[in-house]
């Protein structure tokens, strides 16, 4: 499979499968009273796109790194930015893989596995959880990603 990996001090990776584009943001428009993984809006092409900040999300702890780009994707219905400084694609094989064990109910996890790249670990993210989690966040009245 191959991989995206990006950073925000702890390394990702997203299945190219699930990635739309990369694209350059100048500036990112916070929202009002959004969650704190949220850090707003990025206007891409003159398209609105909901920018995540994945170790806020998974960590809670904001990114200290200032990213300039967006790995923008798609997972269902629902496309959204993941904000984190691009390292590079990857070809990941199946035995280099460590499945994660789902705790509790399926597909909630949002970290799908572990792998090793230089010698470093790179989480695998479970787009579709990820995503889901995000979207589930909202109540009827509010906007969705």
């Given at each position: 499979m191959k991989v ?75 496309i959204v930015g ?53 979207n589930d966040g ?8």
């Open positions: 995206i990996i990006f950073n925000d001090n702890h390394r990702y990776a997203v299945n190219v499968d699930h990635v739309v584009e990369i694209a350059k943001v100048d500036s990112v428009e916070e929202l009002p009273n959004a969650p704190d993984y949220m850090l707003g809006v990025a206007n891409i092409r003159g398209k609105s796109l909901i920018v995540i900040d994945v170790q806020q999300k998974l960590h809670g702890k904001r990114t200290t790194e200032d990213a300039s780009h967006v790995i923008i994707v798609r997972s269902g219905p629902f993941l904000s984190g400084n691009i390292e590079k694609m990857f070809e990941v094989r199946g035995e280099q893989l460590s499945m994660l064990q789902e705790i509790k109910d399926e597909g909630k996890q949002m970290v799908r596995g572990i792998f090793y790249e230089a010698e470093r670990a790179v989480n695998l993210l479970n787009l579709e959880a990820l995503i889901k989690n995000i909202f109540s009827d009245n509010e906007a969705h990603v």
